[in-house]
């Protein structure tokens, strides 16, 4: 597992281990607690796909350049943010 896998394994289980304890120690109604877990769970989407996305501008960088490839348009950076936006819509 690399570094970067292991950050983001670690936020996850950091995020469900924080959403699980305000759940069970809300002193708020079980709207507010839904509210509030909606939120976090946007929160959380929102940062997974920053983390996707630089990860795959990086790969799509690295790959151009040990292929010697020129970036044409831009092709393989819209290519690689479709299969992020892709992977996080799922």
Do not use: H
């Not at 796909?49 to 690295?62: A, D, P, V």
């Amino acid at each position: 597992m690399t570094s970067d896998q292991k950050v983001i394994v670690g936020f996850l289980l950091g995020a469900a281990a924080g959403t699980l304890a305000g759940i069970l120690l809300a002193p708020g109604s079980g709207e507010e607690t839904r509210k509030k877990i909606t939120d976090k769970a946007t929160d959380l989407k929102d940062e997974l796909s920053t983390q996707i996305n630089t990860s795959f501008g990086k790969l799509s960088e690295q790959v151009t350049n040990s292929l010697g490839l020129k970036k044409t348009n831009g092709v393989v950076d819209q290519l690689t943010r479709k299969v992020a936006n892709e992977t996080v819509d799922a």
